[in-house]
């Protein structure tokens, strides 16, 4: 009878290989997840009726970044039922080459400083709703969910507020640029 006998070889095999890389990943700091900016006072400037050519509104809210790198609101969704179905805007209120301030979209987003904060306000900063199927009455509350460059979303409600000196007018001059012009 004849027997085999196979060689030993020396140092770590396959099964140790794999084992030992498992353990290492394992081992490995997790990533930390990125955070949506927070939403504080949230309200949508209330639209009792619908004017032809007028039915638009702006929502506004502080944003606040607890992050140590700045983030930037870069869109909105819609969410309440039947309200439009256009998309919303991010905005700016601008003075322009003539002097004039004007709504216009904000190029790039609105930029939340790293463990800081911003303000969406009438006259500044605003998300903004066109083409609205319905009124949005004082005390009625809406729902948008905003959209940031760190793919974090953060689903809020608005509620309707009246306010005074805030009616946006549309200047037909500007509709090439796509701007609007505010009147006090």
């Not at 400037?45 to 930037?72: Q, R, W, Y």
Request: charged share 15%; glycine share 8%; proline share 7%.
């Amino acid at each position: 009878m004849s027997t085999t006998t196979f060689p030993i070889k020396r140092g770590l095999s396959l099964t140790s290989i794999v084992v030992a890389a498992l353990a290492l990943v394992g081992c490995a700091p997790a990533m930390p997840q990125p955070v949506a900016p927070m939403a504080t006072d949230v309200w949508v400037k209330a639209v009792p009726e619908l004017m032809d050519g007028m039915a638009m509104t702006g929502v506004f809210m502080t944003l606040e970044n607890s992050s140590d790198e700045d983030i930037t609101l870069v869109g909105a969704t819609n969410t309440t039922d039947g309200l439009t179905q256009s998309p919303l805007e991010i905005h700016e209120v601008v003075k322009n080459d003539a002097g004039d301030m004007v709504m216009q979209e904000a190029n790039g987003g609105i930029v939340i400083p790293a463990k800081g904060s911003v303000t969406l306000k009438p006259g500044g900063y605003h998300v903004m709703y066109w083409d609205l199927l319905k009124p949005i009455p004082a005390g009625s509350t809406i729902t948008l969910t905003l959209e940031f460059s760190n793919g974090t979303s953060l689903p809020i409600e608005a509620i309707a507020r009246e306010i005074a000196n805030a009616n946006e007018t549309y200047d037909p001059e500007a509709d090439a640029e796509g701007s609007m012009e505010m009147s006090h």
